[in-house]
């Protein structure tokens, strides 16, 4: 089993700068595959990126790419995403989960956080 847990979430201006976490316990991550999802309100969950177990690639969903970075470390068991130039469109619950392969199918992912909240608003 694995647990993850978000956090730094919060209120940001457009334009500004965040960085959610997810740490895990449990189990070490180093064994999965990464992946950040978010959820609006009244949409559906979408997703935002994913990263393999050695960071050796990433991918983003085309409305975060350029702006997004997903990264990971396994020594600390912790997967971070760095939000840069952020607009009122990202505003969301940011999840993490932990699959066996990069994906932007959620059911290849077995282990979700409950979320951060991210606002983007003046």
Same mark, same amino acid.
Not at 98 to 105: D, E, I, K, L, Y
């Given at each position: 089993q694995v647990q993850l847990v978000e956090s730094g979430g919060g209120l940001v201006q457009p334009g500004g700068s965040l960085r959610v976490s997810c740490a895990a316990s449990g189990r070490t991550i180093s064994t999965y595959t990464m992946g950040w999802f978010r959820q609006a309100p009244r949409k559906e969950r979408e997703y935002v990126?994913?990263?393999s177990r050695g960071s %050796? %690639?990433?991918y983003y969903a085309d409305s975060v790419k350029g702006r997004f970075t997903i990264s990971r470390d396994n &020594?600390?068991?912790t997967l971070y995403l760095q939000m840069s130039d952020l607009r009122p469109e990202d505003t969301a619950v940011y999840s993490c989960a &932990?699959?066996?392969?990069?994906?932007?199918?959620q059911t290849t992912y077995t282990y979700w956080g409950q979320g951060t909240q991210v606002t983007v608003s003046s």
């Open positions: 990126g994913g990263i %050796s %690639s990433t &020594a600390k068991n &932990a699959g066996g392969v990069v994906s932007p199918r």
